[in-house]
């Protein structure tokens, strides 16, 4: 049986000071859950109906399907929920291409860049403090478990672009046609809010703007979604030093 103290802590994770106060954020499924069981991440709680993740007993609690709906963040619950400590911040490696969010608000898009940075190999991701936590329940779920293999920071996105020694690259619409421009493999790649972009204040630091065509005849469509805009930029990125 889950508890109802358990039951009101898992639920009070769905809010960032919650998440905070105790440590704690919320994984469900089982690939999701498999993946960060077998990373860096501590787990803390298991809760399953069935399915096996071969952890200690003592950190595990079978329920039934009706209980397991009780504390899960999702429409139609999966198998599993677990609950996993939140990891201190690690510093920042700038040894190859990193991706800096500026102000991403929208829990599916964080999730998504994640699974980008996973597939590119992009091993530091910075975020300003303004972004939406890595571990909100959504991104997590959206990240389909690539949360387990990128190191992802929070901090003053300002502070630590005037501090670095990298060129700073900024997506833009007025920017320079990606497909023409030169890149460096050692750099940073901002991206900007989904609504306003780049904030002013990171704009005075960006050393390269870039932006992607547009090859529609009728030019009409205002922007790319932020995934899409990254995911086209890293795979331009990437390329460009696989052939240099």
Excluded at 22 to 39: D, P, Q, R, Y
Excluded at 76 to 91: G, R, S, V, Y
Aim: hydrophobic share 40%; net charge neutral; with cysteine.
């Amino acid at each position: 049986m889950v508890s109802k103290s358990q039951i009101k802590l898992i639920t009070s994770l769905a809010q960032k000071k919650y998440r905070y106060k105790n440590g704690l954020f919320v994984a469900e499924g089982f690939k999701t859950i498999n993946e960060l069981i077998n990373s860096k991440f501590i787990l803390n709680r298991l809760f399953t109906i069935s399915a096996d993740f071969g952890v200690d007993s003592n950190k595990v609690q079978e329920l039934d399907e009706k209980e397991l709906k009780k504390i899960s963040f999702l429409k139609t619950p999966q198998t599993a929920l677990a609950l996993f400590e939140i990891p201190e911040d690690k510093i920042v490696r700038e040894e190859s291409l990193t991706l800096a969010l500026d102000g991403i608000r929208d829990p599916g898009n964080l999730g998504t860049i994640i699974r980008l940075c996973d597939w590119f190999g992009i091993k530091n991701l910075v975020c300003s403090n303004d972004s939406v936590d890595c571990f909100n329940p959504k991104v997590v779920q959206a990240t389909m478990g690539s949360l387990a293999r990128v190191n992802i920071s929070y901090c003053d996105l300002k502070n630590h672009l005037e501090k670095s020694e990298l060129r700073v690259y900024g997506a833009f619409m007025e920017g320079e046609n990606i497909y023409g421009s030169e890149t460096e493999e050692k750099a940073i790649l901002v991206m900007g809010n989904e609504a306003n972009g780049i904030s002013a204040e990171i704009e005075a630091l960006i050393n390269k703007k870039i932006s992607i065509p547009r090859f529609g005849e009728l030019k009409e469509t205002e922007s790319l979604n932020v995934a899409t805009a990254t995911a086209i930029l890293l795979s331009e990125f990437k390329r460009k030093s696989f052939t240099q």
